[in-house]
């Protein structure tokens, strides 16, 4: 059974800096695809930013292109989101999510994490 935790969320001010950890329990198979999502109040889910778990392959949502940076810990099976010159725009809940496709769909991803808040003061 697959488990993903969130940790790392926190109020900041625009042009701040945070990092977001995924944690996940259980195997990640090499082929797996480990996704960031965020929701933020009346609004969908939207992708932010994905990574393959054996190649390393990246996507970005335009909105966050440049300014963050999914990276993996393989040992530590344990996903990170750097999130440099924030933004009010980026206050969010933020997901974790696992899947086995490249995909910005949510839909895409079976597996997914409680959420962490990050709020972006102007």
């Known amino acids: 059974q697959v488990q993903l935790e969130e940790s790392g969320g926190g109020l900041v001010q625009a042009g701040g800096s945070l990092r977001l950890s995924c944690a996940a329990s259980?195997?990640?198979?090499?082929?797996?695809?480990m996704g960031w999502f965020r929701q933020a109040p009346g609004k969908e889910r939207e992708f932010v930013a994905l990574?393959?778990?054996?190649?390393?392959?990246?996507l970005f949502a335009n909105s966050v292109k440049g300014r963050f940076t999914i990276s993996k810990v393989s040992a530590e099976n344990t996903v990170y989101l750097q999130m440099d010159s924030l933004k009010p725009e980026d206050t969010a809940v933020y997901y974790c999510?696992?899947?086995?496709?490249?995909?910005?769909?949510?839909?895409?991803?079976?597996?997914w994490g409680q959420g962490t808040q990050v709020t972006v003061s102007s």
């Open positions: 259980g195997r990640i198979y090499s082929s797996s695809v």
């Open positions: 990574i393959r778990w054996n190649t390393g392959r990246t």
């Open positions: 999510a696992r899947g086995s496709q490249f995909s910005s769909g949510p839909s895409e991803y079976p597996y």
